[in-house]
């Protein structure tokens, strides 16, 4: 894999919802965000799917979900962020990020 030497963006969402958030979000991806992360771990499976639903479809495959999974495959999401506990239950999927708390 070759390095471009460009740093990437990459942006973690609030766990609330702010307002104009889904401006924001197009505005970053417009400004050439790689990755925005949706943190959203209270939002049901609706307000999952109406917060993605905003975004832009051009720039769907370039968000990452930390709630209900599933849905990385109806809309082609760039993948998921788990647990470390969870990371075996999730092979398959092209793109998993987990992270370390202390």
Sequence with gaps: MEDSGKMKLIVIS???????????????????METFHVRKKTFSENEMR?????????????????????????YRLKGIHVPITEIKKHEGIKHISTSFHS
């Design 50 to 74: 109406e917060f993605i639903e905003i975004v832009p479809e051009t720039y769907r495959n370039r968000l990452v979900i930390h709630s209900h999974y599933h849905l990385v495959w109806e």
């Design 14 to 32: 609030s766990p609330s919802t702010l307002p104009n958030e889904h401006g924001i979000i197009t505005a970053l991806f417009e400004a050439g």
